[in-house]
Each structure stands twice: as C-alpha cells, then as structure tokens.
C-alpha cells in the first residue's frame, strides 16, 4: 500500500506520522522546535532557520521509512494561485516565501504544504466524519478557532488563502469582548478554549482547563454548565452566518472542546436554527469529528497522495 | 453572432431580451405578468400556470427573432445537483419543481434556468466591473437585497441553491430590526432602498422614494447624508463578514441605492476597513455595477450561452 509522510506544524511542536492510503497511521513521531525565534531580524535568516529546523527533523524520520512523498499543514495563508506562503501570524519575518520549493529541494522529497486548518478540514472530508460529503465547514475549537472549506468537493482556500477566517466573524458589534487578532466581538473570543476557560474564571474565580470544566458540568456544576452552553450557543450563532453565505449542510468540529460535546451540541444546535432564515432550518447538521487531533495529520497525508 | 433570448423574471414583470455574444442588448421587451396568483391552491395548478404565463410570454419573441434558445433568471432556489427548483418565496405552490425541462418541453426550445441574483453575478462577472476577477461577490441593493457568488470563475449556489443569503447575514444581535424573513438585525433591514426609505421618514416625517433621499443628500440636506451614510456602514459590516469567510478581492454593487455611491462607498468602505482581520484589511475593492439593471439579463444570456 502507497505511504507517505504528513507534518502537522505548530508554534512549538512538530507531529510527524507514516500513513497509508486507507489513513492508517502506521508510525508518529513529535518533536519540540521553535520556529519563531525572537533573535531572527532577516527574513533571509527566518527563512534559513525554517528550512533547517523542519529539515532536520523530517529528514531522518523520511529515510527511516523509506518514504520520499511529504505532506504538510503549516499556520500560515498561502497564495492559491502561486502556492506560496504569503504569510504567517506567528513567523512575521516570512512573507511571500516559497517554502514547499525551498524545503522540496532541500530534503530532496517531493512536498505539498497547506494552511493547517485547512488541511484538518481535508482529513475531515476524506477520513473523518464529512467523507462523501460534497461541501464541508470543519471549525477547529483550541486555544484559538480554526476553520476549512470544502466546497464541491475541492479545498476552498480563497484569494490570498485567508478563506474562512471563521473564528473571527462578529457575533457581538457593542462592546464585544477583544479578540487577539485586535477586533473586538469575534466569536473566538467567545467560543474557543480559552473563552471558556476565562470565562469560568470570571464567573468563579477558579482556574480550570476546559477539560476539567467539562467534568465539573457533567458533575453538575451550574456554572461550568453555563459558560459550556454560552460557548455553544455563540458557535451557534458564528454558523448561522456562515451557513446562511455558503448553504452547507455538514459542519464537523474538532478540537479540545468539542469533548463538551452533550453541552455544547444540543446549545448550538438551538442557537443556529433561531439564526437561520426559514428555508435553511432544520437543513443542517453539526457532527462531532471522528478523527479528533489527527485531522490535520490525515489532510497533510491526502494531500500529498494528491487525492 | 450568435444570440440567445434572456429573461429576467419578477414578481409582477417579465424583461426578455435578444442579446449576442459580445454582450449587446438587440431588443428588448417588457410585460406585466401575475406570476403568483392567490386563488390558485393546487401545486398541478400553480405549474401550469407559470408555465403557460411564460410560454405565452416567450414564444412570440422567440420566433419574431427566430432563436430557439434561452436563458432565465428565476425568483426561486435551485438545486444544485438535479437543477429542479426546490422552492420559490414567492411561489409557495411550487415545490421541487422540474422548471428548466417542463418550459423546454412546452417551447420546444433549450432553456437554462438559475436563480435571479446570482444571474446578476454571472453577469457582472462575465459582461460588467467583476470582468475578469476570479471570485466575485455581487450584491443587489434593491427592495430586499439579493447576491451572487462567482468562485474560482464558477457561480456557486450551496447545497440547496440557497448560498449567498448575503441580506440576512445579522449586523445587529440585540434588539435588531424585524426583517422579511422573521429574524431579526438582517442587514437588508438596515441596507435596503425600503430600509433607507423607512429611515428617512423616522427621522423627518417625509416620505421620499431613494433616488429622491438621494437628491436631497446631495443638495446638502443632513437627514438624507445621515440615513444614506447609515446605509454603507451597515452594508461594510456585512461585507466584512463576507470576506472573512470566502475571502474575495473583488465586491460589486447595483441596484436602485448604489445610486447613491458618492456617499454610500467611503461609508461602506470605512466600516468594511475597521471590521475585517489585520492581514485582510486594504485587499478589497467594491466597485459601482457598470451594468446596473441589466446584470441579471446579461447573466441569463450567458447560461444560455453556456459559457
């Protein structure tokens, strides 16, 4: 069976993994690397440190299995047109950098890199809980809210690869809380694990991580109950917009916080019929991923079978 | 050259046209018909009379001009697979309803059918200000507002041919106007011609259609700048929202209140600028319709062209 590597990149952790056609992960590997170093003032030295850091890790795992095929989702937004990656929110020394070409010719392996959200939403739709679905919005819930497109069945990345910047629609235009992309009212601010997590804190003044929050409503704490349905109903309402633009019937959700999942769920399901104009209602479904964490890894994988 | 017959269908008028390739407009006819009509209670019914009011209406154009085919534009939702038309708000009798086929049949010609506003985007983009772009996001600024979606140069109409419900995107969560549609804070109830109408006689007692709100703007009277000015900033809000989503450079706007663009765009633009993402901002460009009424004629031309 044909086999290829996939990356999954984040801020500080590299996951590697084996996977096979069917999406079987065979072997995984992570590794701690710090892209984004604060010392790098030349993108020319960024772009050095980049190529190396990811080099250095993927090239022994790559041999070990004799694979030569890469696939990669990266944080950053990528030109559609050219496939370069315009830039990137936690390595703004890169811009307009050619990093699958760069990283191609130095690791000798054919590669192919995509935004990392959309690539969880391209393991989703080939894997996961959206397989056969001919549109998908796959909405990620972690410290921030990712989210991909699917649209006729291809990866919808738009213009300048920033589509579906979904975790910042604004579902709050008074006072809305700040968001850390510097709008106010952004339904990350709201909904993503770090809401929640500030949130109980407010409400209590205890400090939890969403995991345990999520225990302490299952055991009937009323107000990790509420800030978990407050959490789903602002989800609920963020996808009424997008529905009501795209009119897509599957919405899948990963992430730390869709282990909520009881709460959150039957909270955004209610919001999002309010929201919807009445032909839409009762049209959609929200499932929850069945791929979880390793979405993003299974996409990098589709991507580079060049399914 | 060849040409083709186009129809743009209203609830209470029928625009034909003869059109050639290059985009002139040969002929042109207008004619009054009651499409919806209260005292019928059968779908059979309802059918035969739309089918048999627009045959009436087609054939004689048809054969005065000895062309045999025709492309329309249709108040009503389509499905995207199957082509049927799901349902019409304005036609409530018809349900999954083979339009497209049954009007071949009855005029022995080849007819394509798609929904109205988004043949005023597949118009803007192939004859009008969207030439050329690749995505296109067009919004008709009318009675209600209606819009379009060109992505990667196809027209997309969502999962049930109801994508782009761009005039009930919510602008306004607390206390929001009530709009057509049942919810509330849509901004077609703050954008609209209606929308401005209604403003302006809040604020002065006078009732004035747009284009004379929009004279008064320019004659200098504050209570017209104001509403018309209200307008944009609602409309920028909706389109940020728009283009976190899909991402699309190129935004295009007709109807009766782009009219008045002087005070409209800076309005629009402003607030476009302040609600979209640091690396979105500056990137979007909304341009006045260089086709105006005709967009969506044009557009129905050029399904019938198949191009």
């Given at each position: 069976m044909k086999r290829v590597i996939a990356a999954d990149i984040g801020g500080t952790n590299i996951r590697l993994a084996l996977i096979e056609e069917d999406g079987t992960i065979v072997d995984e590997k992570r590794s701690r690397a710090?892209?984004?170093?604060?010392?790098?003032?030349s993108q020319y030295n960024a772009e050095l440190h980049v190529i190396n850091t990811l080099a250095d890790i993927i090239a022994p795992f790559a041999e070990l299995h004799g694979v030569n095929r890469i696939g990669m989702g990266f944080p950053g937004f990528f030109h559609?047109?050219?496939?370069?990656?315009?830039?990137?929110p936690n390595l703004p020394l890169l811009q307009d950098f050619a990093l699958t070409e760069r990283l191609a010719k130095e690791l000798g392996m054919s590669v192919a890199v995509e935004n990392d959200a959309l690539c969880a939403a391209i393991g989703e739709h080939r894997y996961g809980?959206?397989?056969?679905?001919?549109n998908l919005l796959h909405i990620t819930l972690g410290t921030g809210i990712g989210s991909g497109l699917i649209l006729n069945g291809m990866p919808y990345s738009g213009e300048h690869g920033?589509?579906?910047?979904?975790?910042?629609?604004?579902?709050?235009?008074?006072?809305?809380l700040l968001c850390g992309c510097g709008n106010h009212g952004c339904v990350e601010a709201y909904a993503s694990a770090t809401a929640v997590i500030r949130s109980f804190t407010e409400r209590t003044g205890e400090q939890h991580d969403a995991k345990a929050i999520f225990a302490l409503a299952q055991a009937g704490n009323a107000s990790a109950q509420a800030v978990l349905q407050d959490a789903g109903k602002y989800l609920g309402m963020a996808i009424a917009e997008a529905v009501k633009l795209l009119d897509v019937s599957t919405i899948t959700l990963s992430g730390g916080l869709s282990g909520a999942w009881e709460i959150l769920h039957p909270a955004l399901m209610s919001e999002l019929d309010v929201n919807l104009i009445p032909p839409l209602k009762g049209k959609e479904i929200v499932l929850r991923s069945?791929?979880?964490?390793?979405a993003g890894l299974l996409g990098a994988a589709t991507i580079a079978f060049g399914i």
């Open positions: 710090e892209l984004s170093r604060h010392r790098l003032r559609s047109q050219s496939g370069r990656l315009a830039s990137s809980a959206g397989k056969g679905q001919n920033m589509a579906m910047e979904f975790g910042h629609l604004c579902i709050e235009h008074h006072d809305g069945t791929l979880d964490d390793n």
